[in-house]
């Protein structure tokens, strides 16, 4: 048996999977082992909840729990212990009110499904991705008090379907299903965020950093940030985001607070040579946490499931007196810090979500008829390492100067700090935000299809997306889900594919692995 068993993100080893004493990601084969033991655990609470009601609480368990086992959020097997016996103890709760179930609701061994049928294991894995990836939206969504019930029963109806013994027919709309599911998670999050923190405006965000105390925030929880800045008002300390934060710049609500000034740095995967020795101290919110190195431990602060062993972590109570006390303590730089982006540029512009983009809907539509846009690209997705990513760079850079680019969630560092210049006073590269704002570029893509009187897929629009982990797995199932075809996805397909599975989804969604930027632009434009 081997030391470990992981698929779950774009960076496995050889492409087929981390089975040796730690992933790619840095996480190590006992920790693999827990969050293994964990998913199981939560099949057990899923077989519960088919004989007796979850309640709000179990809900929370269960987001809680799916979200700690998503790539690069918890290195902490303590932490992940804990979470073990809470998912336990609630699968209890449910079971000690209907005496005996008659049903199995034993915990399910995971190894099962890494050891069943390829396809068989590539359906459930498609599955149960989605399901962690989604499980991140509808967590941070329940912080600020938002939920919906069917989002909530899905999730135990498809950890259900992750431990019995069903087919191909049975599992395939299931995992459509998820596709579908997400989309409503994603506009519940949505919602969360605009009824709470104002509808995003385009705002040009600074990578330069003032003299001064400051704390980095990195992550994508956008309450985490709004607390920090309440309890840093006055105090003569800077806030800046980091990586998935950056679009928080555009929301009216935490853009009032003056000492949120500016974007650190780039995408997760550069953290480790971003965040070396810098005068101030990093608190992580939700994942893209990576191993920490020594030079900076000292300064790491993880909030929420987000755990890494010798690290402090600040509880629910969200007091984070330790991390402003350090960034005193720290002092920040003597002087203006000048940062750029990866191309070198020194600012960059973010707030084009739905809100902002229907708004103009006429200009662009007019710019469409005009022929001054020709074609719309929306190139996002996840960001990371390995190497084939710049590719996305290249695309956008190469795109014709009478098309659009929309891009979100991280992958979008690749390219944002470049000035491709402007369409009718838009500017053509649009930051539409994090991962979740998927739902956005959903929303414009349907108001054009209307507008134009055509399906989304008759649009002169192609997706060129980049994945890394979970919840990029589902946003592609609600894409998928919604019937848009000619994906174009990388910088690898995912292990957990197997070739019957991929050939199911390039024969109805034409779905096609990247190639370079010269052949994909002539292959979509003709």
């Known amino acids: 048996m081997a030391d470990m068993f992981c698929f779950q993100c774009e960076q496995t080893t050889k492409s087929i999977a981390c089975i040796g004493k730690a992933g790619i990601c840095g996480k190590k084969a006992d920790t693999a082992k827990l969050q293994d033991e964990l998913t199981g655990a939560l099949v057990g609470l899923a077989r519960a909840a088919q004989v007796n009601k979850p309640n709000a609480a179990t809900h929370r368990t269960m987001l809680e729990a799916l979200f700690t086992t998503v790539t690069n959020v918890n290195f902490d097997n303590e932490a992940i212990t804990r979470q073990i016996e809470a998912v336990r103890n609630a699968k209890n709760t449910l079971l000690a009110q209907v005496g005996n179930p008659g049903v199995n609701t034993g915990d399910y061994d995971i190894e099962k499904l890494w050891n069943d049928n ?3 294991r590539s359906l459930k894995s498609l599955l149960l991705f989605g399901l962690r990836g989604m499980a991140a939206y509808a967590y941070h969504a329940l912080i600020l008090g938002y939920s919906d019930e069917e989002v909530n029963n899905f999730f135990y109806k498809g950890m259900f379907a992750i431990g019995e013994d069903w087919g191909m027919d049975e599992l395939l ?9 997400n989309l409503k998670c994603m506009e519940m999050l949505d919602k969360a965020n605009t009824e709470t923190y ?5 705002t040009t965000v600074p990578l330069t950093i ?3 105390p400051f704390i980095v925030v990195t992550g994508h929880d956008l309450y985490d940030l709004y607390q920090l800045l309440e309890q840093t008002k006055g105090k003569g300390i800077n806030i800046y985001t980091n990586g998935e934060m950056l679009p928080a710049h555009a929301y009216p609500k935490l853009k009032a607070y003056p000492h949120l000034k500016g974007n650190f740095g780039t995408a997760w995967y ?11 101290p990093v608190l992580y919110t939700t994942n893209c946490l990576m191993p920490v190195k020594d030079s900076y431990r000292n300064r790491v602060f993880t909030t929420a499931v987000v755990a890494y062993p010798g690290m402090v972590h600040i509880d629910e109570a969200k007091d984070f007196t330790p991390v ?7 002092g920040g730089y003597t002087e203006e810090h000048r940062m750029t ?4 540029g020194t600012q960059v ?3 084009f979500g739905h809100g902002t983009v229907l708004s103009v809907a006429d200009t662009v539509i007019d710019a469409v008829k005009a022929g001054a846009i020709k074609h719309f690209f929306l190139v996002g997705g996840c960001d990371g390492a390995k190497s084939g990513r710049n590719y996305y760079t290249e695309f956008v850079r190469q795109t014709p100067q009478d098309s659009v680019i929309l891009t979100l969630a991280c992958g979008k560092y690749r390219f944002n700090d470049l000035d491709l210049g402007e369409i009718g006073g838009l500017p053509r590269i649009m930051d539409m935000g994090q991962c979740n704002d998927a739902y956005s570029a959903i929303r414009v893509a349907a108001a054009l299809a209307e507008a134009f009187g055509c399906g989304v897929n008759e649009l002169p629009l192609t997706m060129v997306l980049s994945w890394y982990e979970q919840k990029a797995i589902s946003i592609l199932l609600t894409l998928l889900s919604l019937g848009i075809k000619n994906i174009y996805l990388g910088p690898t397909l995912p292990a957990f594919v197997s070739p019957n599975v991929l050939n199911y989804l390039v024969d109805n969604f034409n779905i096609s692995p990247i190639s370079t930027p010269d052949e994909d632009l002539k292959k979509i434009l003709g």
């Open 324 to 330: 402003i006390e350090k960034a005193l303590e720290l």
């Open 118 to 120: 390829e396809d068989i």
């Open 173 to 181: 709309p299931l995992v459509m299903e998820s596709g579908t599911v």
């Open 270 to 280: 550069n953290q480790q040579k971003e965040l070396d020795h810098i005068p101030a």
């Open 210 to 212: 003032e003299k001064g």
């Open 349 to 351: 512009t973010t707030g």
């Open 198 to 202: 104002g509808t995003p405006v385009p």
């Open 341 to 344: 982006g990866i191309n070198g």
